[in-house]
């Protein structure tokens, strides 16, 4: 597979180079140059299949020669400890868990592919620096994905605020890999850093940076796997329409599902799920894009105002906006609804969803209602992103059940210092990296 960047058809890079390099020189994020039909490798699967199974027959055909069938399954046994959990509550409705891994977020397996993929490509004796701009969890489930990858090391920026949830003895002083920086300033500015970080091209060599963050087609690419997943284990029970309901913020999730259609995955299409600050709503009916001031809900991962994969979800429009606007349900939920829908989940099929997915639930029961499927037995398939621990607090109030905290999402609660604490720029942050290596 070659990818090109969103503003330009001129150049083609590799996988490889790709995921290593993560920004075209001339702008804008990596896309698929071009998408092979893999049909022929997941159609015959079915419900006894591993998830590290359909990585690994997957993934050597989609990339083409950059993985072969052993290196792709060390790949995939090296990143997969855990897998989605899929259940069919009814004729209408099964849930996709991607909380299965070690942080509880469906992030942990495109960042777990991510991590693995990169040590298997750089095991000749070449280095990498993986520098990600984090808040919240995230920076755990990278640590956790990256640490002990060999000639890895793994920079994580946080903003001004509490860090939780990482372990000192992975820290890079304590023979570690992992360089927690705390900037003195927002996320937008840990962000900018990143960015100019990889362009800067004497610095990006120097120390063979690469991210985590959602700017790498690496950590994207692979989410389209999990939609493969449910299709293969529901394929036989499936008597009409398919579709996928997915929580939306910056829209990483939808383009996954997007990749796995484009795969050759029958669908029928996706639901864009999106709580009161319906970032895309008007640009998923053909408006024009206006970005809105961000209204805090009770689904805070999808208070999002410019969506980061705009350009990625923007090129498949350009490419077939007809075909797009047919496939593409956008739904807004506010939070009364997220909460009501929590209550009657739990109360119907005795399932706690945290409120991500339930913005998801909500929207497909909406459009499921409201929408002619061209079939009377369609049945969506709900992603429920996060473990409802993460939000124990909303789940609890939603439900009146108490939320017992597994030990492995506990310690996300514990505090933890950072190795440095500079300001927001690229020669504080050189300083900090250099002194610590």
């Known amino acids: 597979m070659q990818f090109k960047s969103t503003q330009s058809n001129k150049v083609v890079v590799s996988f490889k180079d790709a995921i290593l390099r993560c920004l075209p020189q001339e702008g804008g994020l990596y896309v698929p140059a071009s998408v092979m039909d893999l049909r022929q490798f997941f159609l015959y699967m079915d419900t006894d299949t591993a998830y590290p199974e359909l990585v690994a027959t997957v993934a050597p055909p989609l990339l083409q020669g950059e993985l072969n069938p052993f290196s792709a399954s060390r790949v995939a046994q090296s990143a997969f400890a855990f897998e989605p959990e899929i259940q069919q509550l009814d004729e209408r409705f099964s849930l996709l868990s991607l909380y299965k891994g070690p942080t509880g977020i469906f992030k942990d397996f495109g960042i777990a592919f991510l991590a693995a993929v990169m040590e298997e490509l750089l095991k000749n004796n070449s280095r990498g620096m993986v520098l990600s701009a984090t808040r919240g969890d995230t920076g755990v489930s990278i640590a956790h994905a990256f640490y002990q990858r060999q000639n890895i090391l793994s920079c994580l920026l946080y903003p001004s605020g509490p860090i939780r949830g990482l372990d000192p003895s992975t820290f890079v002083p304590q023979g570690g890999n992992i360089i927690p920086i705390q900037v003195r300033g927002t996320f937008d500015d840990c962000q900018r850093l990143v960015i100019e970080a990889i362009k800067d091209k004497p610095f990006a060599e120097r120390y063979g940076i690469s991210t985590a963050n959602a700017l790498n087609p690496g950590r994207l690419l692979p989410q389209a796997f999990y939609y493969l997943y449910a299709f293969i284990k529901l394929k036989k029970q499936l008597k009409g329409d398919l579709l996928f309901s997915v929580p939306c913020g910056n829209f990483g999730n939808l383009i996954a599902g997007l990749y796995a259609w484009k795969f050759g995955m029958p669908v029928r299409g996706f639901i864009a799920a999106m709580n009161a600050n319906n970032a895309f709503g008007g640009f998923l009916k053909g408006e024009a894009f206006k970005p809105q001031q961000v209204i805090s809900t009770v689904s805070p991962a999808l208070d999002v105002s410019v969506p980061s994969n705009y350009e990625r979800l923007l090129s498949f429009y350009e490419e077939a906006p007809a075909v797009m606007r047919n496939m593409v349900f956008p739904a807004t939920i506010d939070d009364r609804t997220t909460l009501g829908i929590m209550d009657k989940v739990w109360k119907q099929y005795g ?22 499927l061209s079939s009377g037995d369609a049945h969506v398939v709900v992603l429920a992103t996060g473990h409802p621990a993460r939000e124990a607090e909303s789940v609890s109030k939603a439900t009146g059940q108490t939320i017992s905290i597994p030990p492995r999402l506990g310690i996300l609660r514990k505090k933890t210092d950072p190795i440095a604490l500079i300001k927001p720029h690229l020669d504080a942050l050189e300083g900090a990296i250099a002194s610590c290596i």
Do not use: E, Y
Not at 356 to 367: K, Q
């Open 351 to 372: 399932i706690l969803l945290d409120p991500h997915g339930a913005v998801a639930f909500a929207a497909a029961d909406r459009i499921m209602a409201s929408h002619d």
